[in-house]
């Protein structure tokens, strides 16, 4: 089978996957990209504004986030693969080329699904993403660590309210792994997250990283006690908290997009109604070694979830 698999530059080939910080839709990309490969499929990569001659016709042609890019794209069956919040589609210069091209419409699960505006064309389809390396493989189980709580997302999404709880917590430490250099560098993002950073490493308890190749990250959730995210109407998936759980790391959370969707309530991590609850629940994973050996084992025994290879049949399944 022919795929093209299109997106917003710069290029990131699929090779990058541990070499460098990625961002969740970096990862993905280059995550599906190589199971396809895998798979003996021919796979070109686009990135938009390259020059590179591309065939006239594919198998598969799926564009990430953007619709526009199918313009550029050659004929063949066409799959819009979204990852943020879906709105955007109303406005005129994303739903014209959704209306000529008619993809089938991706979503990653049931919260990112309802944000799609419902008089739109074309059939849907729910495909959630899968970990990257080395988080598919779950680790053996360990001895409750010290009170050491992470954040591994972007530093816009809830770095600022979390550093602000933190003192209210006040147990152990916050090591938050962010920054902008996960997106590139991207300058705007860099401006933006400045003073929140600031902010955050100016809070007592709250120490800051830079962010890490997933294998580095990896060890460091290894050493962690839980993660702590508030969570953000702009997750429509959170690679972050899956990562988390795949280590079988708790996860206290607050029911905001789909972080929700990340856990098992009770079982694996804690979901949290207001600011009160997700201090409480902060407090209890870091201070008690029963509750957390309880979450840490399921986590662990729910597994990774599903691999890349399933995620490409899937995709493979809409052509």
């Given amino acids: 089978m022919r795929i093209v698999l299109a ?22 990309v280059a995550l599906l990209a190589q199971s396809f490969q895998r798979r003996g499929h021919e796979v070109i990569l686009h990135f938009e504004g390259e020059r590179a001659r591309l065939p ?17 794209l050659p004929r063949g069956r066409r799959v819009l693969w979204l990852h943020n919040p879906a709105g955007y589609l109303r406005k005129p210069r994303h739903a014209w080329p959704i209306l000529r091209a008619r993809p089938v419409i991706v979503t990653l699960g049931r919260y990112h699904a309802a944000t799609v505006p419902g008089w739109l064309p074309g059939p849907r389809a729910q495909i959630p993403l899968a970990v990257a390396p080395p988080f598919d493989v779950p680790p053996a189980e360990r001895a409750p660590p010290p009170p050491i709580a992470v954040f591994t997302s972007n530093p ?13 917590i006040g147990r152990g430490e916050l090591h938050a792994y962010s920054g902008a250099a ?5 300058p705007r993002l860099a401006q933006r997250a400045a003073p929140i950073l600031a902010r955050a490493e100016a809070t007592p308890g709250v120490r800051l990283f830079a ?19 508030p969570g953000d109407p702009g997750e429509t998936f959170c690679l972050a908290l899956a990562e988390a759980q795949a280590v ?3 996860c206290v959370v607050m029911d905001r997009g789909a972080v929700a969707e990340r856990i ?10 207001s600011e009160a609850e997700f201090i409480a629940a902060a407090q209890a994973v870091l201070g008690d070694d029963a509750l957390w050996l309880r979450l840490h084992r399921a986590a662990l025994a729910r597994g990774p979830g599903p691999n890349w290879t399933d995620i490409a049949q899937a995709f493979e399944a809409l052509a």
Avoid at 15 to 21: D, Y
Avoid at 212 to 229: D, F, K, S, T
């Fill in 7 to 28: 997106n917003e530059g710069p290029r990131i080939e699929a090779s990058a996957i541990g070499l460098r910080p990625l961002g969740g839709v970096e990862t993905a």
């Fill in 211 to 229: 962010p890490l190749p997933r294998p580095e990250l990896q060890a460091r959730l290894g050493q962690a006690r839980c993660m702590l995210y």
């Fill in 264 to 273: 098992e309530e009770g079982l694996t991590g804690m979901v949290a109604r």
């Fill in 182 to 186: 996960t997106y590139g560098g991207d």
């Fill in 156 to 168: 816009l999404r809830g770095l600022d309210e979390l550093a602000g709880l933190w003192p209210r």
């Fill in 248 to 250: 079988g790391l708790p």
């Fill in 56 to 72: 006239a016709t594919a198998d598969l042609v799926i564009a990430a986030r953007v619709p526009r890019l199918f313009g550029a």
